[in-house]
């Protein structure tokens, strides 16, 4: 499984951003597999921000961005995405997007069986 992010930038406080992961593989099928974004900011641990099923059904939010992150998928097109509303400075970090195929939805990264590449946000003043 590869997955490609893109959609990061420079943003302003209370600003936006979405992010875009795109899936690919020669036997991978999207639909299979649980998603979810994590995010790394300089010095310190990788940590969950959200997640969504397979089906999109069901979505899961850190704390930290409950009310201003909405996680989304399209599976016909194998992407996940991540609408980032009013930005916080403290929400700068490396996102990264991942796949996880077990059957339950998990906000730990290490059963996440692949990730993508990252792409960083700032958050200004």
């Known amino acids: 499984v590869q997955l490609q992010a893109s959609g990061g930038g420079l943003v302003q406080a209370g600003g936006s951003l979405r992010l875009s992961c795109v899936a690919s593989g020669r036997t991978f099928t999207f639909s299979n597999y649980n998603m979810g974004w994590f995010r790394q900011a300089p010095g310190k641990e990788r940590e969950f921000v959200a997640a969504i099923s397979w089906s999109g059904g069901s979505t899961y939010y850190a704390d930290s961005v409950q009310g201003r992150f909405t996680i989304s998928r399209d599976n016909a097109k194998n992407s996940v995405y991540l609408r980032m509303n009013s930005l916080k400075p403290e929400d700068t970090a490396v996102y990264y997007c991942?796949?996880?195929?077990?059957?339950?939805?998990?906000?730990?990264?290490?059963?996440?069986?692949?990730w993508g590449q990252g792409t960083l946000v700032t958050g200004l003043q």
């Open positions: 991942a796949a996880d195929s077990s059957f339950v939805v998990t906000t730990t990264p290490t059963r996440y069986n692949s």
